[in-house]
């Protein structure tokens, strides 16, 4: 038996999403265009997503990623893979599915930390994909690379908290269906640095939430946002705590783990697809006297995006099955890797993609130039680069210590 063998049910759902995609999904694609230029308005809500839901859900393609039976589909990170990697083909197909960042995160939140209240008012619609939240966590007067640094300041008042404070790219935000926010703040400054962050259940309309802006990506307004938001004495209720005060860090590195490799998972998908373009694009051109594809160079390219993508999809598995099986720490490192791999590797080929496109590569008449506005932005949402190979290179130099020199 190999070590990525999967359920018979995970393969038929393979099966079932691949057909999804070239029969309702790709097709859908130009009419979501269509929709959201007509509709004026860049976080306006294409009619189009709607219709899709109700297909995937017919389908029985909806809430995959979620692992809880019952309220999800109980798949394993293992057998998730493969399908969030086909949803990430399609920058609709996440969302048709009920499976979009930062959704899945904020579900998995609720289900593990939630109070009944939160799980019945947020979670249950949620599952049901007739709201959408945002997570708030990064702000633009700190380097929110380092967790420890927001400033958001959470304080107790009586039965109440009361927040102060700026976040910025809290995606889904602008988003028409999104209602509620879990918001990462600092509850006790005199704290050990991991135990003086928590995280709340905000509605989005609360008194004192003010969603100041979307801010474009490399000039793309995402229809969901990228939201700019202000707190000014908003009060939230301490049931609204979750988990506890100071439990904020460990929760955002909960719900980070999965998040990460789901990103790595659907960066694969748009690898997968970006390969598909080049090939049939470098096929069909001719230049001075041959197809494309005749080119060396472009030959080379196709050869090592096979390769590559070959490489990240066995990496993100590997991470998968040792989430699975020794647990989110346990994989730590895998996890770390692929966030730095799948990102870099997917943006890679895009490059190359656009390229043999010639101009229409940076046009919008193809994905890619949205592709790689959103490929390159992923190598600084949940932690960037940088982080994630610091982390990597100091839990490989620990096992040298005792060569350290006396005394430093």
Known sequence: MSLFDISERAQQL?????????SYVYPAEGIYDDQMRESGDPHFQPPIIEELKVEARKRGLWNLFHPHPGTGAGLTNLEYAPL???????????????????????????????????????????LEGTIRSAFAMTEPRVASSDATNVELSMVRDGGDYVLNGRKWFASNAMHKNCKVLIVMGKTDPGAPPHRQQSMMVV???????TVLRGLPVFGYMDREGHAEIDFADVRVPTKDVLKGEGEGFAISQARLGPGRIHHCM??????????ELMCKRAQSRVTFGKPIADNANIQDWIAEARIDIEMIRLLTLKAAHMMDTVGNKGAQTEIAAIKVAAPNIALKIVDRAIQVHGGAGVTDDFPLAMAYAHLRT???????????????????????????????
Request: net charge negative.
């Open 14 to 22: 393979q099966t079932e999403l691949l057909d999804f995609l070239e």
């Open 84 to 126: 969030a990697e086909i949803m990430g083909r399609s920058f609709i197909a996440p969302e048709a599915c009920n499976c979009s960042a930062p959704d899945t995160g904020n579900m998995e939140v609720l289900e593990l930390f939630g109070t009944e209240e939160h799980r019945e008012m947020y979670l249950k619609p949620l």
């Open 203 to 209: 509605p989005i309309d609360a008194p004192g939430v």
């Open 266 to 275: 659907r960066a694969i998908g748009m690898a997968e697809r970006t390969l």
């Open 378 to 408: 992923l190598r600084l949402a949940d932690g960037p680069d940088e982080v994630h190979k610091r982390a990597i290179a100091r839990r490989e130099l620990r096992q040298y210590r005792d060569l350290r020199p006396v005394g430093l």
